[in-house]
């Protein structure tokens, strides 16, 4: 029996609960439109606006490299996110309120597709380019939240100053 959400299924449940987010095991689509919208970690960015590049290493010992950087306030800023292992990884920035919330969720549902701006999906020896603009000033999060991958500590901090 197959236990995959259908994507009607998926949307619905989405739909009515506060903050759900999922994904199978496939690269998100770099071809689809990106919908702006403010975060309270910022807003997605114009790759041609991108100031400088911030690379950020995944590897199997559930670990990235660095595991914090600094942005100044509007900057948008290409995050490279290169897989150094032999398994999928990701990237999600967010809010440690945020980032637990789709953890409990890759959990019960880890095979539900999803991509959103603030993500990169990474299949194993590639990369994927994340632009972002960091509008709000804080200390937030970026973790990988494949099911069990967070649980072992895959994550960081970034701060945004003025």
Known sequence: MNHRLSWATATLWLALSTSAFAH????????????KEQKLWGIAGDANKAQRTVTLLMTDDMRFAPDHFTVKQGETVR?????????????????????????????????MEHSEPYMAHVAPAKQEDLVWQFNRTGTFEFACLIAGHFQAGMRGSFTVTQ
């Open 79 to 111: 995050l490279r996110v290169v897989n150094k292992g032999q398994i999928m990884h990701e990237v999600v920035l967010g809010t440690p309120q945020s980032l637990q919330e789709h953890a409990d969720m890759m959990l019960k549902f880890p095979g």
């Open 24 to 35: 199978g095991n496939a690269a998100h689509d770099s071809t689809a439109p990106v919908v």
